[in-house]
């Protein structure tokens, strides 16, 4: 089964106020959400391996632990989701970004895929795949399946606010994937807006209407 992870932590949801805020303008926005990403991936790498090495301190030799060395890859639903990669990477570095671009058909409203570019070793990397909102899950879950058709096989899903249909979707179709999210809202709108949400994640990132 799936994990739901919702990161209540006091300075997730402080930032998130700010993000949801109309009254907050784009910079502010997006410095925001770039903080946020960064809380998120302080939380969301809490269970990287670890192994044992031997440091000389200025007292002794002593055992501590370094990273296991997993190789990590980024990967951005474009194009809300450029916004949290610098964030992640700043806790992050040496990780891989791909990026995955969608577009809905507006006839039958699927998702279609119009850019892929993923690190070449996909199948040795676990993957965090973001975007700020999980709405539909229409997007999620394409992306999903782009990553897995190229060899992925550990995939860590990661956005800032989530509709309950948007976890719904995405957990039935891809069981295998963890969730991790800031806030659970309470519903999407006929245009698929997520309630409360924060409007158009995208617009309010880069300053378009
Ligand atoms: N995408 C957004 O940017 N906002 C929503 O509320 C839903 C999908």
Redesign the pocket.
Request: hydrophobic share 45%.
């Given at each position: 089964m799936p994990k739901i992870h919702v990161f209540d932590h006091p300075l997730i949801q402080h930032k998130l106020t700010y993000i949801r805020d109309i009254e907050t303008g784009t910079k502010e926005f997006r410095e925001l959400v770039d903080e946020v990403a960064t809380l998120m991936a302080y939380e969301i790498t809490r269970e990287l391996p670890l192994k044992e090495v031997e440091v000389q301190t200025p007292v002794c030799k002593a055992k501590s632990s370094v990273l296991a060395g997993k190789k990590l890859g980024i990967v951005p639903i474009l194009r809300?989701g450029i916004g949290m990669v610098d964030g992640i990477l700043k806790l992050i570095p040496a990780a891989k970004v791909g990026h995955i671009g969608l577009y809905r058909d507006p006839e039958t409203l699927q998702p279609i895929e119009y850019y892929v570019k993923l690190p070449s070793d996909v199948s040795e990397r676990d993957f965090i795949l973001v975007d700020?909102?999980l709405?539909t899950g229409g997007s999620a879950i394409a992306a999903v399946e782009s990553l897995k058709s190229r060899g992925a096989k550990n995939i860590k899903f990661m956005c800032l606010i989530a509709a309950p249909e948007g976890v719904k979707a995405l957990t039935d179709a891809h069981p295998d994937v963890d969730i991790y999210i800031a806030a659970m809202d309470e519903k999407l709108d006929e245009k698929?807006?997520?309630v409360p949400?924060?409007?158009?994640?995208?617009d309010r990132l880069f300053g378009t209407k």
């Open positions: 809300a700020p909102m709405a698929g807006y997520i949400g924060l409007g158009d994640a995208g």
